[in-house]
């Protein structure tokens, strides 16, 4: 899988975004993360060949999830589906 990592001062938390890189609210929601200097990785699911997106799409279920995008993960456990400013900030205390 083709992770992209884009730095930030903010490192203190693990925060891997699912997205689509066609969606708009995938695009506001890594938009926010960089304007919020926070560091994380993320994947573009569509990009993905399809053992991939299935791997992903286990991932999040497996996790509790729904199968939106954008979908943040932050430190392993707290999953976040769609574009929720306020449940971001407050997860990743910024």
């Not at 203190?12 to 066609?22: I, R, W």
Request: hydrophobic share 35%; net charge positive.
């Amino acid at each position: 899988m083709n992770f992209v990592k884009v730095p930030g001062k903010n490192r203190k938390h693990k925060v891997l975004l699912y997205a689509l890189s066609t969606c708009a609210w995938c695009k506001m929601e890594k938009q926010f993360l960089k304007d919020s200097s926070v560091e994380y990785e993320y994947v573009d699911v569509d990009l993905c060949n399809e053992k991939e997106r299935e791997k992903i799409r286990g991932d999040i279920q497996r996790r509790g999830g729904d199968l939106n995008y954008p979908t943040l993960i932050i430190n392993d456990k707290n999953l976040i589906s769609g574009f929720h400013k306020d449940r971001i900030q407050k997860a990743l205390e910024i």
